[in-house]
T-cell receptor, first 118, second 116 residues
Framework: DAGVTQSPTHLIKTRGQQVTLRCSPK?????VSWYQQALGQGPQFIFQ???????QRGNFPDRFSGHQFPNYSSELNVNALLLGDSALYLC?????????????????FGPGTRLTVL | AQSVTQLGSHVSVSEGALVLLRCNYS??????LFWYVQYPNQGLQLLLK??????LVKGINGFEAEFKKSETSFHLTKPSAHMSDAAEYFC??????????????FGKGTKLSVIP
């Protein structure tokens, strides 16, 4: 059973460019979240997608956008890249179980995409 | 609103010694609590979680944590450190219910070093 997969592994961009990161959730999972982890920090929540809709968003500007496809995979897009966008971007998936509280099921994380903005 | 504080950004222990990593949380509603481990250049792996029931939670690799509501704490322990435990550890919280339950709020992490 494949876990959460992300591509690419590493990416180097220059300021002002746009980037797209991809994530495939763990088999059977229907919800995908994206996190940004700056060097030496804990992950910060960007947004979560469920049923192809953005359900919650963290404190990130509109330059960060996403999409979820019918097969539950997801993309994270970042426009007008800044130096401060350099970070490890983590994708996490889980399943929302009917009858369970929303926060009950743990999130499974992928290995991340390391983005460097020069 | 919720927040997580991890005391000590870096903890060093000798191999075979007790590991204690501290986590305190602030949450306006009853939370679910998690500990994740991150090895260099890897994603996060779940060590253990507290949802409801027994307040002493056992996880993988010999780790356990105790939920103390009165102290708003969820400290992680392991009786005897192994060299392979060297990694960064993150405490995280999510509300039991409500819109905030979609996200995990993480602490800044504690880097554990194990000295031979």
């Amino acid at each position: 059973d494949a876990g959460v997969t992300q591509s690419p592994t590493h990416l180097i961009k220059t300021r002002g460019q746009q980037v797209t990161l991809r994530c495939s959730p763990k088999s059977g999972h229907d919800t995908v979240s994206w996190y940004q982890q700056a060097l030496g920090q804990g992950p910060q929540f960007i947004f979560q997608y469920y049923e192809e809709e953005e359900r919650q968003r963290g404190n990130f500007p509109d330059r960060f956008s996403g999409h979820q496809f019918p097969n539950y995979s997801s993309e994270l897009n970042v426009n007008a890249l800044l130096l401060g966008d350099s970070a490890l971007y983590l994708c996490a998936s889980r399943i929302l179980s009917p009858g369970r509280p929303l926060g009950y099921n743990e999130q499974f994380f992928g290995p991340g995409t390391r983005l460097t903005v020069l | 609103a919720q927040s997580v504080t991890q005391l000590g950004s870096h903890v060093s222990v000798s191999e075979g010694a007790l590991v204690l990593l501290r986590c305190n949380y602030s949450s306006s509603v009853p939370p679910y609590l998690f500990w994740y481990v991150q090895y260099p250049n890897q994603g996060l792996q779940l060590l253990l979680k507290y949802t409801t029931g027994a307040t002493l939670v056992k996880g993988i690799n010999g780790f356990e944590a105790e939920f103390k509501k009165s102290e708003t704490s969820f400290h992680l322990t392991k009786p005897s450190a192994h060299m392979s435990d060297a990694a960064e550890y993150f405490c995280a919280v999510t509300p039991y219910s409500g819109a905030g339950s979609y996200q995990l709020t993480f602490g800044k992490g504690t880097k554990l070093s194990v000295i031979p």
